[in-house]
């Protein structure tokens, strides 16, 4: 098994994101201190030059790859050749290079989107390509997997220590509340938030409120990162979630309590459900020692009190 330890130079790939920033945030929590991070400005990941010269001259020892082109159902069905472009270039550099540089051990977040539609719940991870994806977010699916398989296939031909996990669906501090591109959580936060502000009497939500989904703050994921990075390196993907999930509908009750908003929700019937529901199983992570910590409703309270504090910045145009 490849360790990776305090001692160990990371590459965190994406660290200004939601989930690498928690990445970074843990690592440095758990006494790394050698971690190598890089502003879009400074390394283009989808420039294969700038990436090799990358690799060449600072040698990680690990790689963390949370860098994509992430959105919510409106982004993706908007913009599935960006999405899938940008991501599957991102992969392909990172990763391809990462062996050829002599990475120790690279761990690359997929999602949890790349399972069918259908897949039966909760969604083991022998469930992947059994069945068609949800189509909505189609383009970044295909492109997670090939980035899944592609560190499948390196660890099988080259015996490279490359691993893969699959989050559930993500929130907290850094995440992106812009209704164009937001998911559905942080949606509801700056939807709520601002129709208390307002005055207004009721928010308009998408869809019928009946999918349910499962919540991970992305503390909990940061922290399964970390621990998988120290003590697993079985390329076979990895879930990672609460094990329980909730109603659209519940949800949207939980975040109007957490705002303290006290008018109507509508829902929006002619805007997609997307996956009636998404619950992974989370036994093999279980299984290996690891389990999460906060709970929804203590991460939502965090949350918001994280977008209040950065709300004029967040207005103005930034996520922090």
Same mark, same amino acid.
């Given at each position: ?46 420039? +294969? ?12 020892? &690990? ?30 550099? /990172?990763?391809? +290079?990462?062996?050829?540089?002599? /990475? ?12 069918? *539609? ?10 992947? #390509? ?15 997997? &090939? ?31 812009? #209704?164009?591109?937001?998911?559905? #959580?942080? &949606? ?32 909990? #994921? ?32 939980? /975040? ?63 996520? *922090?």
């Amino acid at each position: 098994m490849t360790r990776i330890t305090a001692e160990n130079s990371i590459f965190v790939a994406g660290h200004r994101g939601l989930v690498g920033s928690a990445v970074e945030r843990k690592l440095r929590e758990k006494g790394f201190r050698k971690l190598l991070t890089k502003t879009r400005e400074e390394l283009d990941l989808a420039d +294969q030059g700038q990436v090799r010269a990358f690799f060449l001259d600072q040698q990680p020892d &690990a790689v963390v790859l949370a860098a994509a082109k992430v959105g919510g159902i409106g982004a993706n069905s908007t913009l599935p050749a960006e999405f899938i472009y940008s991501n599957l270039v991102i992969e392909v550099n /990172v990763i391809h +290079q990462a062996w050829l540089s002599g /990475v120790k051990k690279l761990l690359f977040l997929g999602s949890s989107c790349i399972y069918p *539609k259908f897949a039966q719940q909760p969604i083991r991870e022998e469930s992947l #390509l059994t069945g068609p994806l949800e189509p909505t977010n189609e383009a970044y699916a295909i492109a997670k997997i &090939a980035g899944l398989k592609m560190c499948e296939y390196y660890s099988r031909q080259y015996g490279a220590s490359f691993i893969s996990v699959m989050p559930t669906n993500l929130y907290g501090p850094g995440d992106n509340f812009d #209704l164009e591109t937001s998911h559905v #959580l942080p &949606a509801m936060i700056r939807k709520f938030d601002d129709a208390n502000r307002r005055g207004e009497p009721r928010v308009l939500l998408w869809g019928t409120g009946k999918p349910r989904r499962e919540f991970l703050h992305v503390d909990d #994921l940061a922290d399964a990162c970390v621990f998988l990075l120290e003590r697993h390196s079985d390329p076979q993907p990895v879930n990672i979630g609460w094990g329980e999930d909730i109603a659209v509908s519940d949800l949207a009750e939980m /975040v109007r309590r957490v705002v303290g908003y006290g008018g109507q929700i509508e829902w929006d019937t002619s805007r997609p459900d997307g996956t009636p529901r998404k619950l992974l199983d989370v036994s093999r992570l279980k299984s290996l020692g690891w389990a999460p910590s906060i709970s929804l409703e203590k991460g939502i309270e965090q949350t918001y009190r994280w977008y209040c504090k950065h709300r004029t910045h967040i207005l103005d145009g930034g996520r *922090k």
